[in-house]
């Protein structure tokens, strides 16, 4: 690029009083666009080999600028003009003048969605799309199994949320969340990497095998507990109800009481523990999460886990429960839609009266609940996280421009499976009614993407198909990448799309899943 050009630029820039939609240079990318005072910042978008080359401009006096790292540098008179890459330092540069480009706390926001960019590119189509829609974006959501599967740190998941937020323009608040994060060791990971938010994932700590014991085994081991608990647990829920709003009541049997206790009970022991050692002192937004267990969390087990807390003075910022149904990846809602709703109202009652929003885990697609959800949780707020699923929106891109390629990566990710045993469980997985890759063509590949079993298929198969070498060379990833980025706009228009249909439910703009299907869909064929 052209220095002097690009002072030009600058000078139109400070020149034109706000309204840039005439600016001479169609390189300069417009919402980036940022001025304090005579300083001026902008990211440049050169088109090469068809694809975008992204750089930092910044016009700033000589005697700030040195924080930033130049590749190029141009002086004019007491300013200074210097092209930098979308870099750590710079990013940091920035950050410390424009407040607004860096991940805060969900705190004061009503309504909040996770949206997991797994490859790092797709946050500047969420953020046009999020403008204006009054939900905050949770743009940087990766699990600790998303980093490894994806050889991503937290640091690079941030660092490219973050340079989309200034790219942008996005000055409404966005978050970063350390999520599913388990032990002491990745929470302070998270934390000391920059992310606003952590979610606590209780799993580990959460006794499932208590839900098989007889009553009998059952009764034996709760009075088998310390005889001051064994009262104080007994005194405080045994058949006692409580009503926690118009509609909603939570009563305690005895066998309520025993599973709540032995079932849930360490893990609020465990929130409490990274609660002092992390959240307080850093100031973090907490989730907590329940959702990836075997055992669903009853409006009882709820209940006791909120007012445990609430006694130990903790009041996460969300939570998430494993609700009635099956969240399963990547694909709709499994259950009974009914008393999935019954359900709901309890659980939204139990997180309104101790002063928290729900949390939905594995968000992607559910759309025949997202109409109920919304509607339930309008005054108090929700926070939805979708599962990674723009994922497959870019292998939608393959699809389409390359379904040869799509043929190879199903049957690949068909035969490798049990690659990904050990970190998710679905469906697809187990009952062997995924397509067959014999019966997959060129011409029929697309319909994989709407297929559910092979879309958990391909959902939780990334990391295999991403890494996978031959001669110390990656089989697919410089390929899939090219094409990506070849093929932005396209990548962009489905990630809208996939987006949107949950938004227009959760904000009541639409009723039915047919109904954002049919006003989304026929634009991504
Ligand atoms: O694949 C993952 O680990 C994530 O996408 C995960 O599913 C996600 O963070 C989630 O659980 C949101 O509910």
Same mark, same amino acid.
């Given at each position: 690029?052209?220095?002097?050009?690009?002072?030009?630029?600058?000078?139109?820039?400070?020149?034109?009083?706000?309204?840039?939609?005439?600016?001479?240079?169609?390189?300069?990318?417009?919402?980036?666009?940022?001025?304090?005072?005579?300083?001026?910042?902008?990211?440049?978008?050169?088109?090469?080999?068809?694809?975008?080359?992204?750089?930092?401009?910044?016009?700033?006096?000589?005697?700030?600028?040195?924080?930033?790292?130049?590749?190029?540098? &141009?002086?004019?008179?007491?300013?200074?003009? #210097?092209?930098?890459?979308?870099?750590?330092?710079?990013?940091?540069?920035?950050?410390?003048?424009?407040?607004?480009?860096?991940?805060?706390?969900?705190?004061?926001?009503?309504?909040?969605?996770?949206?997991?960019?797994?490859?790092?590119?797709?946050?500047?189509?969420?953020?046009?799309?999020?403008?204006?829609?009054?939900?905050?974006?949770?743009?940087?959501?990766?699990?600790?199994?998303?980093?490894?599967?994806?050889?991503?740190?937290?640091?690079?998941?941030?660092?490219?949320?973050?340079?989309?937020?200034?790219?942008?323009?996005?000055?409404?608040?966005?978050?970063? +969340?350390?999520?599913?994060?388990?032990?002491?060791?990745?929470?302070?990971?998270?934390?000391?990497?920059?992310?606003?938010?952590?979610?606590?994932?209780?799993?580990?700590?959460?006794?499932?095998?208590?839900?098989? &014991? $007889?009553?009998?085994?059952?009764?034996?081991?709760?009075?088998?507990?310390?005889?001051?608990?064994? $009262?104080?647990?007994?005194?405080?829920?045994?058949?006692?109800?409580?009503?926690?709003?118009?509609?909603?009541?939570?009563?305690?049997?005895?066998?309520?009481?025993?599973?709540?206790?032995?079932?849930?009970?360490?893990?609020?022991?465990?929130?409490?523990?990274?609660?002092?050692?992390?959240?307080?002192?850093?100031? &973090?937004?907490?989730?907590?999460?329940?959702?990836?267990t075997i055992v669903p969390t009853?409006?009882?087990?709820?209940?006791?886990?909120?007012?445990?807390?609430?006694?130990?003075?903790?009041?996460?910022?969300?939570?998430?429960?494993?609700?009635?149904?099956?969240?399963?990846?990547?694909?709709?809602?499994?259950?009974?839609?009914?008393?999935?709703?019954?359900?709901?109202?309890?659980?939204?009652?139990?997180?309104?009266?101790?002063?928290?929003?729900?949390?939905?885990?594995?968000?992607?697609?559910? &759309?025949?609940?997202?109409?109920?959800?919304?509607?339930?949780?309008?005054?108090?707020?929700?926070?939805?996280?979708?599962?990674? $699923?723009?994922?497959?929106?870019?292998?939608?891109?393959?699809?389409?421009?390359?379904?040869?390629?799509?043929?190879?990566?199903?049957?690949?990710?068909?035969?490798?499976?049990?690659?990904?045993?050990?970190?998710?469980?679905?469906?697809?997985?187990? +009952?062997?009614?995924?397509?067959k890759p014999e019966t997959i063509?060129?011409?029929?590949?697309?319909?994989?993407?709407? +297929?559910?079993?092979?879309?958990?298929?391909?959902?939780?198969?990334?990391?295999?198909?991403?890494?996978?070498?031959?001669?110390?060379?990656?089989?697919?990833?410089?390929?899939?990448?090219?094409?990506?980025?070849?093929n932005q706009d396209l990548y962009?228009?489905?990630?809208?799309?996939?987006?949107?249909?949950?938004?227009? #439910?959760?904000?009541?703009?639409?009723?039915?899943?047919?109904?954002?299907?049919?006003?989304?869909?026929?634009?991504?064929?």
């Amino acid at each position: 690029m052209e220095l002097k050009q690009l002072v030009t630029d600058v000078h139109e820039i400070l020149t034109v009083s706000g309204d840039y939609s005439k600016l001479t240079d169609s390189e300069v990318y417009i919402p980036s666009i940022q001025v304090d005072r005579t300083n001026v910042y902008f990211i440049l978008h050169e088109r090469q080999d068809n694809q975008v080359v992204k750089s930092l401009v910044v016009y700033e006096d000589r005697g700030t600028i040195q924080d930033f790292d130049g590749q190029e540098t &141009l002086e004019d008179a007491n300013k200074v003009l #210097l092209v930098g890459m979308l870099n750590e330092q710079n990013w940091h540069a920035l950050t410390k003048r424009f407040t607004w480009v860096k991940p805060t706390s969900r705190h004061g926001y009503k309504y909040t969605f996770g949206l997991g960019d797994r490859l790092g590119n797709a946050s500047n189509a969420h953020l046009r799309l999020f403008k204006g829609r009054g939900i905050m974006p949770v743009l940087s959501q990766q699990s600790i199994r998303e980093l490894l599967l994806t050889n991503r740190t937290f640091t690079d998941v941030i660092l490219d949320a973050g340079w989309s937020v200034f790219e942008e323009g996005y000055t409404d608040g966005w978050a970063a +969340d350390g999520d599913h994060v388990k032990n002491p060791h990745e929470v302070d990971y998270a934390v000391k990497t920059g992310c606003s938010m952590i979610t606590l994932d209780c799993t580990e700590k959460i006794h499932n095998e208590i839900a098989d &014991l $007889t009553d009998d085994e059952l009764d034996a081991q709760f009075n088998a507990l310390d005889e001051d608990l064994v $009262t104080y647990f007994n005194k405080t829920y045994l058949d006692k109800e409580f009503q926690i709003s118009d509609q909603a009541a939570v009563h305690f049997s005895k066998k309520d009481v025993e599973q709540s206790v032995l079932i849930f009970f360490g893990a609020v022991e465990y929130a409490e523990f990274i609660y002092h050692k992390f959240v307080v002192p850093f100031n &973090l937004d907490f989730e907590i999460s329940m959702d990836e267990t075997i055992v669903p969390t009853t409006p009882a087990n709820h209940y006791f886990f909120a007012n445990e807390l609430q006694r130990k003075g903790i009041t996460p910022e969300t939570l998430a429960p494993k609700f009635y149904g099956e969240f399963q990846k990547a694909i709709d809602y499994i259950g009974d839609v009914d008393r999935f709703e019954r359900e709901y109202v309890i659980h939204e009652a139990i997180a309104e009266h101790f002063g928290y929003k729900l949390s939905i885990h594995s968000g992607s697609d559910k &759309l025949s609940v997202y109409e109920i959800i919304g509607r339930l949780s309008k005054e108090h707020g929700w926070h939805v996280k979708t599962a990674g $699923t723009n994922w497959l929106e870019a292998l939608r891109v393959i699809a389409h421009v390359d379904p040869k390629l799509m043929v190879e990566l199903y049957q690949f990710a068909y035969d490798n499976l049990d690659d990904v045993a050990a970190f998710y469980v679905f469906n697809a997985q187990t +009952d062997g009614t995924a397509p067959k890759p014999e019966t997959i063509t060129v011409d029929n590949v697309m319909t994989l993407l709407n +297929d559910d079993d092979a879309r958990q298929v391909l959902h939780t198969m990334y990391g295999s198909i991403l890494n996978l070498q031959k001669s110390y060379r990656y089989v697919y990833r410089d390929r899939f990448f090219k094409i990506l980025k070849e093929n932005q706009d396209l990548y962009d228009k489905y990630l809208n799309a996939h987006i949107a249909e949950h938004l227009d #439910l959760l904000q009541g703009l639409a009723q039915t899943k047919a109904e954002v299907q049919a006003k989304y869909e026929p634009t991504i064929q």
